[in-house]
Nanobody
Framework: QVLLVESGGGLVQAGGSLRVSCVAS????????MGWFRQAPDKEREFVAT????????YYQDSVKGRFTISRDNAKNTVYLQMNSLKPEDTAVYYC???????????????????WGQGTQVTVSS
């Protein structure tokens, strides 16, 4: 069992920045690829970014490329999502997720992930 706890959400003006974090416990963090997803009201959960076990490989949804950066610190069991140039359409609950894997793959579909955090609200005002 892996417990994921997100933090760092909040209210920010359009154009601003925010960093959300996700701390994992329970298993060896470096055994898991990690992902960030988000869900806005009345919308399906959507992929935002993913990172491989070592952190060497990352992949982003097109709408956040160049604005968001996913990173991880395996020594701290933590994955981060740095969000810059935020837009009102980025408003959502942001979730981190963990996927057990042997290789350095990354994953973009929610059903591929094994564990989920409870989410943290990010609100971008115009």
């Amino acid at each position: 069992q892996v417990l994921l706890v997100e933090s760092g959400g909040g209210l920010v003006q359009a154009g601003g920045s925010l960093r959300v974090s996700c701390v994992a416990s329970g298993r060896t963090f470096s055994d898991y690829a990690m992902g960030w997803f988000r869900q806005a009201p009345d919308k399906e959960r959507e992929f935002v970014a993913t990172i491989s076990r070592s952190g060497r490989y990352t992949y982003y949804q097109d709408s956040v490329k160049g604005r968001f950066t996913i990173s991880r610190d395996n020594a701290k069991n933590t994955v981060y999502l740095q969000m810059n140039s935020l837009k009102p359409e980025d408003t959502a609950v942001y979730y981190c997720a963990a996927k057990a894997t042997n290789g350095q793959s990354w994953f973009v579909r929610p059903y591929e992930y094994d564990y989920w955090g409870q989410g943290t609200q990010v609100t971008v005002s115009s």
